[in-house]
């Protein structure tokens, strides 16, 4: 059983950031092109990445004291405190204005921009939005 969801509560998120940063290598794209089965080749700085690079950067880590039974991260830290058994992802929009390359450093900026609670099938669900936006030198 979990606690009861105080939206108002779990609301004082919105707004909250996290940034991060990575370099791109080429180990790292010659993995993605293996793994997207893209030619490996030998990525060589200024080459461009693969459009889904993003998803493989700037992953936090954390102490296995300071992660759930889940695997996630306790809650209430970035993420608010939403006491419902399980997580996943619901989703999502991805713009792409260029191409991340070999090389670049890249910042991730994310954002919590809503948390709304809703009723399905299967009991009270919880929607936390998150926004990230990468960025690198050229913009």
């Given at each position: 059983m979990t606690e009861k969801l105080d939206?108002?509560?779990?609301?004082?998120w919105i707004g909250r950031d996290t940034e991060a940063s990575d370099i791109v290598t080429a180990q790292l794209v010659k993995g993605l092109r293996a793994t997207l089965f893209q030619d490996i080749g030998e990525p060589k700085t200024g080459d461009a990445a693969p459009w889904t690079t993003h998803w493989c950067l700037a992953q936090p880590v954390f102490p296995m004291s300071q992660l759930g039974p889940d695997g996630h991260p306790t809650r209430g830290g970035f993420l608010p405190p939403v006491p419902l058994p399980r997580r996943m992802w619901a989703g999502g929009e991805i713009e792409f204005l260029e191409a991340l390359r070999v090389?670049?450093?890249a910042k991730r900026t994310s954002r919590i921009a809503d948390v709304t609670v809703k009723t399905g099938s299967?009991?009270?669900?919880?929607?936390?939005?998150?926004?990230h936006t990468v960025t690198t030198p050229r913009g």
């Open positions: 939206l108002d509560h779990l609301r004082q090389g670049d450093e299967t009991g009270t669900l919880c929607f936390v939005s998150v926004e």
